[in-house]
């Protein structure tokens, strides 16, 4: 097993969120979730993180910081998408400047829907971002060895990989922020 | 000599196990002290491990030169303490490490790393005349600057320079990297520098100055550890407690303080030589 899933170190940029989502991402570093039980921290700088959490859309002023903190991220590295807002624009989809959700401008591994997105959903996104950082690190070993011919495939089988077990990975989450946001309003 | 060797090797060797438990330890009393549960101890050689395996990312070829001299320095300060050399020689590698380091972040010419180098060089400027008024002090009490020699002393230093041993554990907040006075970089996460000096090293190169650091800890705990031998095996333990005394002290110092100004860094640090550190002095030569 590799390490990187022992030391998730986190990067949270806020897009045009209305600071919900921003609020429940930083209650998970607060006591009562403590994400550093398990090696997260948050780091605010691209270069020492492995997870980009972002959090509301994306908008004409903001796409370039996105895309340019995601590649100054070393690879390994996933995304994760917080709130609706993150993940195709939310109640702010309509509006003159908003281009959509952050995978309009970089690939996301991981949506977590809600308005404002739980702690416990954006946790299990994250532990689902694991999984995937695991296999994107394993992609990054295999990359080398094969020749550059076949290297070009090689990568697309890996995104690929990527994208199913996103696609796989997302299902639990969403459910689980489904019945987040119901509870919500039960209680509400 | 052959003593020498097994030293130097068993400081190479344990040091960054000492040191990664030691930075572990220091988390998980901070988590604590703050209401959380923390990360497991051994979370530090985790962080480190994932660093290496992560895509290597240089703004320059220059950077890692740097960095690696850096680490290799620190090493060498260690060593030459372990085998009993020098006191004033092993004080004077220590810096230059610290300017390896420096000008390798200077060399990335991202704004927040050079703030940080900055920085550094000021709290560098902060704590240097207290370690070399230490280092005179021992030379006062046993007549030697050989780390070997005061090993041998009969009496234990801490009465005579005990204004040295309080003045040094004040710089060590400053060396530690602690909070009021952790102005070029912090262990902890989100501050005005990004990371500062560290912003721009990352992968290979981020693990190798946390691994450096943690030799560079076990060394200074060793200049505390010096201030209690005496010869006898208490002596020792006394020591080893007062080491570990003084380590949860910069915990606790670091979660009590907020980050204070250079200025303050330096006044304090400069007053603290002059009064503890030149006074113990002159106690010295009447005694
Ligand atoms: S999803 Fe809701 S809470 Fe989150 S940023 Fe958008 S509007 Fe705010």
């Known amino acids: ?188 | 000599m052959v003593k020498v060797i097994i030293c130097v090797i068993a400081y190479l060797v344990l040091a960054p196990f000492v040191g990664g438990i030691l930075a572990g330890l220091d988390r998980k009393i901070s988590a604590r002290m703050q209401g959380r549960v923390g990360p497991p101890i051994l979370q530090p050689f985790y962080d480190v491990l994932k660093l290496t395996e992560k895509e290597n990312i240089t703004v320059n070829r220059v950077q890692d030169f740097y960095v690696m001299c850096f680490f290799i320095f620190v090493l060498v300060t260690g060593g030459l303490f372990f085998a009993g050399e020098n006191l004033l020689l092993v004080m004077f590698t220590l810096t230059l490490a610290s300017v390896f380091l420096i000008i390798a972040a200077f060399s990335s010419n991202s704004p927040y790393s050079e703030v940080g180098a900055e920085r550094e060089l000021l709290q560098m400027l902060a704590y240097e005349p207290m370690v070399l008024i230490t280092c005179v002090g021992f030379y006062m009490f046993t007549g030697s600057f050989q780390v070997g020699q005061i090993m041998l002393s009969t009496q234990m230093p801490l009465p005579y320079l005990i204004g040295l041993f309080i003045g040094f554990v004040f710089i060590l907040t400053i060396k530690f990297r602690k909070s009021p006075f952790d102005l070029s970089m912090s262990h902890h996460a989100h501050q005005e520098l990004v990371a500062g000096l560290k912003t721009e090293f990352s992968g290979k190169t981020l693990a190798l100055v946390e691994a450096a650091h943690w030799y560079e800890n076990v060394f200074l705990l060793g200049m505390v550890f010096l201030f209690f031998v005496n010869g006898q095996w208490w002596g020792y333990v006394i020591g080893a407690v007062v080491c570990l005394g003084t380590y949860f002290l910069e915990i606790l110092i670091d979660n009590s303080f907020a980050r204070m100004k250079w200025q303050v860094a330096i006044n304090s640090a400069w007053i603290v030589a002059l009064v503890l550190g030149t006074v113990n002095l002159f106690m010295l030569l009447f005694i």
Not at chain 1, 44 to 71: C, R
Not at chain 1, 73 to 91: D, L, S, T
Not at chain 1, 115 to 133: K, S, Y
Not at chain 1, 134 to 157: N, T
């Open chain 1, 1 to 188: 097993m590799s390490y990187i899933t022992k030391s998730p170190w986190v990067i949270h940029y806020d897009g045009s969120s209305c600071n919900g989502c921003d609020i429940e991402v930083l209650a998970c570093l607060m006591p009562m979730y403590d994400v550093e039980r398990f090696g997260v921290i948050n780091t605010g700088n691209p270069k020492h993180a492995d997870v980009f959490l972002v959090t509301g859309s994306i908008n004409e002023q903001n796409k370039n910081v996105v895309k340019q903190i995601y590649e100054q991220m070393p690879e390994p590295k996933v995304v994760v998408a917080i709130g609706i807002c993150a993940c195709n624009g939310g109640i702010f989809k309509e509006c003159y400047n908003i281009l959509g959700g952050v995978d309009t401008v970089i690939p996301v591994d991981a949506y977590v829907p809600g308005c404002a997105a739980r702690p416990e959903a954006i946790i299990d996104a994250v532990v689902a971002g694991l999984g995937i950082l695991e296999q994107k690190r394993a992609a990054m070993l295999e990359a080398p060895k094969a020749a550059p011919a076949v290297e070009e495939p090689a990568a697309e089988e890996a995104e690929e990989a990527e994208e199913a077990a996103a696609e796989a990975e997302e299902a639990p989450v969403e459910e689980a922020a489904e019945e987040a946001a119901e509870e919500g309003k039960e209680e509400a």
